[in-house]
């Protein structure tokens, strides 16, 4: 069965300030990796998406993502947030059904 | 063109009773699939449907069903509706809903209120 495992309930940062929230799966299959963003009030957005090749995406706002095959881990990146980046992150995996952990809260100060 | 759309947006409902949800897919979309969005437990996997056949389905009990139709627009159904049915029940489209596709567009959901 599949399964997505974040590793971060909720992060506060300050603006400037870099980000990095875990995210690790389970599945034997081969997977296609999402980011999903939740902006207040907003319905869920593609933030970046990993299907094959390169490892390191890039996606929409300055995020990233790495795939790291052995570990089973698809951690999302930004070097520097912004206040406009608070909203509830998800990581999904599709294998046989896109499956989402559970979320990140990010909060961003100003 | 036109996104994905839920209806209706937000429902209120005794115990007991049942309730039904509809979403539109985008046009041409022909993959449909349900979560359950409550705080702490993210976006739950209900099912999935493809040319009116039910491909996939989570861990939630029978009281969940759900069916699409030939224009693809899917309804789910809830019956004996219990205080913690109370969620936002998200609808996602997509192309095919396999391997191939690419992303999956999300309505803005159904909050269901259940007291």
């Known amino acids: 069965a599949q399964s997505v495992s974040q590793h971060n309930h909720h992060v506060i940062l300050s603006e400037a300030a870099s980000l990095e929230l875990g995210c690790n799966y389970s599945?034997?299959?081969?997977?296609?990796l999402f980011w999903y963003v939740q902006y207040p009030g907003q319905h869920l957005q593609l933030l970046l998406k990993y299907f094959s090749g390169d490892p390191l995406v890039k996606g929409i706002k300055g995020f990233e993502a790495e795939f790291i095959k052995s570990k089973f881990s698809f951690n999302l990146r930004k070097p520097s947030v912004q206040w406009s980046d608070t909203a509830e992150y998800f990581c999904a995996v599709k294998g046989t059904a896109l499956i989402f952990g559970k979320g990140t809260t990010l909060s961003v100060s100003s | 063109k036109a996104g994905v759309t839920q209806t209706p947006r937000y429902l209120i409902k005794t115990r007991g009773q049942q309730v039904t949800l509809s979403c539109s897919p985008i046009?041409?979309?022909?993959?449909v699939s349900w979560y359950q969005q409550t705080p702490g437990q993210g976006l739950q996997f209900l099912f999935e449907?493809?040319?009116?056949?039910?491909?996939n389905k989570g861990n939630f009990p029978g009281r969940f069903s759900g069916r699409q139709f030939s224009n693809s627009r899917s309804e789910m159904n809830v019956s004996t509706l219990e205080l913690g049915d109370s969620a936002l029940y998200l609808c996602?489209?997509?192309?095919?809903?396999?391997?191939?596709?690419?992303?999956?567009?999300f309505g803005q959901g159904t909050r269901l209120t259940v007291v």
């Open positions: 046009s041409g979309h022909r993959s």
């Open positions: 996602a489209s997509s192309l095919a809903g396999g391997l191939l596709d690419t992303e999956a567009f």
């Open positions: 449907y493809f040319s009116e056949t039910q491909r």
């Open positions: 599945y034997g299959g081969t997977v296609n």
